[in-house]
């Protein structure tokens, strides 16, 4: 074990490390991290004056050592229901934002959904009634959105810059790559994707304005650069990483979805 320097070290390295990611993105985007800042700042007050409790222990409770399952909008989400929904039971769903009226609307219902609140908040809040957790991010553009989070039952909050109060920073950029941050985050025995084509090409379930698109293509190539340079590329004791999207994702291992039963049966080796 490291000793509390060394651990110390360690974070200090690894929080570095991310603020001079975090200050690429922002210059690539050209994005404003005072606005991010402000934007998460309203969301700790929101949160806090909406009397809910913090979901940041129950989700831990939810995922740490266990089977998160990630369902990414991308085009290859249409081919993967029926695998997700022979897992639904016995692994964590974790969706991303636009991923979860699919799924619900094939009576699959997520354990969490990640958003930054410009998808449908109106069945992301009938998903928190029915028991998922919400976690929603606050970034520059979105201050208008984030008085949705009174809607939700149990929510926890997420930004890209510095953390405040009950609003954290588990890593990530768009919904899809904080998603599978999250469920590594809290400790996720093994972490599989769906939906999560990272290659450029936008899927028909993202939502996302024809004139958006080739921002968004851009976005999701730096989520695949997230997923590989700052997750996979960062191992971690006890987890296992796999993809069953249609894109190469390195440090991810590609699977079927025959593979993907072969893996959760009962009894099958963790």
């Keep these: 074990m490291m000793d509390d320097a060394a651990a110390a070290a360690t974070t200090t390295t690894a929080v570095t490390a991310w603020r001079d990611m975090y200050g690429a993105i922002l210059a690539d985007f050209a994005y404003d991290t005072a606005r991010d800042d402000k934007s998460a700042r309203m969301l700790d007050r929101m949160l806090d004056g909406a009397g809910m409790p913090d979901a940041y222990p129950a989700l831990r409770r939810m995922i740490r050592g266990k089977t998160v399952m990630v369902a990414g909008a991308g085009p290859s989400l249409d081919g993967s229901f029926e695998a997700i929904a022979r897992h639904a039971g016995s692994a964590v769903l974790i969706a ?39 976690i929603a991010h606050a970034h520059g553009d979105n201050m208008h959105m984030l008085h949705h989070v009174k809607k939700f039952r149990a ?30 985050h809290f400790g996720a025995g093994r ?3 769906f939906g999560m084509d990272l290659d450029g090409e936008v899927g028909r379930h993202s939502g996302t304005a024809a004139s958006d698109l080739a921002t968004k293509a851009k976005k999701l190539l730096k989520a695949k650069e997230l997923l590989e340079v700052w997750l996979a590329g960062r191992p971690r004791r006890g987890r296992r990483l796999y993809t069953a999207s249609d894109c190469r994702i390195a440090g991810f291992e590609s699977v079927t979805y025959g593979d993907v039963d072969r893996l959760l049966a009962p009894g099958a080796e963790s």
Excluded: K, W
């Excluded at 799924?103 to 930054?116: K, Q, S, Y």
């Excluded at 997420?158 to 999250?182: H, K, S």
């Design 191 to 193: 972490i599989i994707l």
């Design 96 to 134: 991303a934002d636009t991923a979860a009226g699919p799924l619900a609307d094939r009576g699959i219902m997520p354990h969490v959904i990640v958003t930054d609140l410009d998808g449908d908040v109106e069945r992301h809040a009938e998903a928190s009634r029915r028991g998922a957790v919400i």
């Design 155 to 184: 929510c926890m909050g997420t930004t890209q810059a510095g953390p405040v109060g009950r609003v954290r920073n588990l890593g990530g950029f768009t919904d899809g790559d904080r998603a599978v941050f999250a469920a590594d």
